[in-house]
């Protein structure tokens, strides 16, 4: 420690990096590692939350005190959960087609991704339309709860996935809308955008799985 009066050394400074050298951009192999590995990280994830719902479901149905399970007015609509799962899984299908065109450098891909997109949007509606019309509430009974639960959150998982996927198709309206003109512009987006369509494929296929769980224990059993 200085004592008063006493100068202290220069702080050693670091080099200087000569004007005019640039720092070579990161390889997309590496972005493209993180988002598959994210991807992976993000499905495991997904699993430990609703594995709680699927839980609840068959303790609270094995406990039944009082016999209050399952009340008779509680009866989702079965048309409306059909439909629901449908759109999920028919706009998973189309993603992972996209996904599969883009990465045999096919520009049409991007018809199937938006109507992944859409339909996925479709779905998002008629759960809501079914949260309108249904008779019962979270506080009628253990079944009541962990429907209004379950669904609402595995709602809210689509709502974010469906935004996810929207970005990609997005991104590839706007590189096609401008396309590059200079060095400062990405000349070859479709080499960025696969593996992020790729995880986001991955992803949305994981999720329709649990959804088509979901259907089955709310709706059939």
Not at 106 to 119: E, F, M, N, Q
Not at 193 to 205: E, G, N, Q, R, T
Request: glycine share 6%; proline share 5%; with cysteine.
């Amino acid at each position: 420690m200085a004592t008063p009066g006493e100068e202290l050394p220069a702080a050693p400074m670091a080099a200087r990096v000569p004007t005019g050298i640039q720092i070579a951009p990161e390889p997309h192999t590496v972005s493209a590692r993180a988002l598959t590995v994210a991807s992976r990280l993000l499905a495991g994830a997904t699993t430990f939350f609703f594995l709680a719902f699927l839980f609840a479901y068959f303790y609270l149905r094995s406990l039944d005190q009082d016999h209050m399970w399952r009340a008779a007015h509680v009866d989702p609509d079965q048309g409306l959960g059909v439909a629901f799962i449908a759109c999920i899984v028919l706009s998973a299908a189309l993603t992972v087609v996209a996904g599969r065109r883009l990465k045999a450098q096919s520009r049409d891909w991007i018809l199937p991704a938006s109507a992944g997109v859409v339909l996925a949007l479709v779905a998002i509606a008629l759960q809501c339309v079914e949260y309108t019309v249904q008779n019962f509430g979270p506080t009628n009974g253990g079944f009541a709860s962990v429907f209004c639960g379950w669904t609402a959150l595995y709602l809210i998982a689509v709502l974010f996935t469906t935004y996810w996927l929207e970005t990609q198709v997005a991104t590839e309206l706007r590189a096609r809308r401008a396309p590059a003109i200079g060095h400062a512009d990405i000349e070859e987006p479709d080499r960025l955008i696969a593996p992020a369509l790729d995880a986001a494929a991955f992803y949305w296929s994981f999720l329709a799985a649990i959804g088509v769980i979901t259907y089955a224990t709310l709706y059939l059993l």
